[in-house]
């Protein structure tokens, strides 16, 4: 080989050897990733970046969202809750509504029925103060007929006297009854 050859070589070695150690320079300051190590940190990159003012704002428009979403659930929840007790009050004013309806139709039929019961004694008071003037063996004819439990009360009211004169004129098997109902009271 002639020095010229040798020369040429040697120039292209360099050449290349240069090439290679420059672009690896290159990469080792702009991407020292790509060569399978850590990021250098630059002398320029030291100093602590600014956060952008939109990103603040960003983040303290999402703060304030997240904490009026808690408050909207909370609220939404009392809401719920507030609702589930209406229901139930209701229902409960409800089935007192019913019991006190219940009730006055009770008092009314008691009512009614002692309405029935008082003016059935004046009208039993009546024919006794009747029967008490009337002839015996009418008014045993009358009762002979008549239930056991009412010829004991019309009995019953009627003066004493009375009332053993019609029982003497009664049937037997009726007086026994009356006399029975009479005893049983």
Same mark, same amino acid.
């Given at each position: 080989?002639?020095?010229?050859?040798?020369?040429? =070589?040697?120039?292209?070695?360099?050449?290349?050897?240069?090439?290679?150690?420059?672009?690896g320079g290159y990469?080792?300051?702009?991407?020292?990733?790509? *060569?399978?190590?850590?990021?250098?940190?630059?002398?320029?990159?030291?100093?602590?970046?600014?956060?952008?003012?939109?990103?603040?704002?960003?983040? /303290?428009?999402?703060? /304030?969202? &997240?904490?009026?979403?808690?408050? #909207?659930q909370t609220f939404?929840?009392?809401?719920?809750?507030?609702?589930?007790?209406?229901?139930? *009050?209701?229902?409960?004013? /409800?089935?007192?509504?019913? /019991?006190?309806?219940?009730?006055?139709?009770?008092?009314?039929?008691?009512?009614?029925?002692?309405?029935? &019961?008082t003016l059935r004694?004046?009208? #039993?008071?009546?024919?006794?103060?009747?029967? &008490?003037?009337? &002839?015996?063996?009418?008014?045993?004819?009358?009762?002979?007929?008549?239930?056991?439990?009412?010829?004991?009360?019309?009995?019953?009211? #009627?003066?004493?006297?009375?009332?053993?004169?019609? #029982?003497?004129?009664?049937?037997?098997?009726?007086?026994?009854?009356?006399?029975?109902? =009479?005893?049983?009271?």
């Open positions: 080989m002639s020095g010229k050859q040798l020369l040429f =070589i040697v120039l292209i070695t360099s050449v290349s050897f240069l090439g290679i150690l420059g672009a990469l080792y300051y702009t991407n020292p990733e790509a *060569l399978g190590l850590p990021k250098r940190v630059m002398p320029g990159d030291t100093a602590v970046k600014q956060p952008n003012p939109f990103e603040l704002e960003a983040q /303290q428009l999402r703060k /304030q969202n &997240d904490s009026l979403a808690k408050k #909207m939404n929840d009392s809401l719920l809750q507030a609702n589930n007790r209406t229901d139930s *009050l209701k229902n409960v004013a /409800q089935s007192l509504k019913s /019991q006190v309806n219940q009730q006055e139709k009770e008092q009314k039929a008691a009512q009614q029925k002692a309405e029935r &019961d004694l004046k009208n #039993m008071q009546a024919f006794a103060e009747m029967y &008490d003037k009337a &002839d015996p063996e009418e008014v045993a004819k009358i009762l002979a007929k008549a239930d056991t439990k009412y010829a004991a009360d019309i009995l019953k009211m #009627m003066k004493r006297k009375s009332a053993a004169k019609v #029982m003497e004129k009664l049937p037997t098997d009726k007086a026994v009854a009356v006399a029975n109902s =009479i005893a049983k009271e």
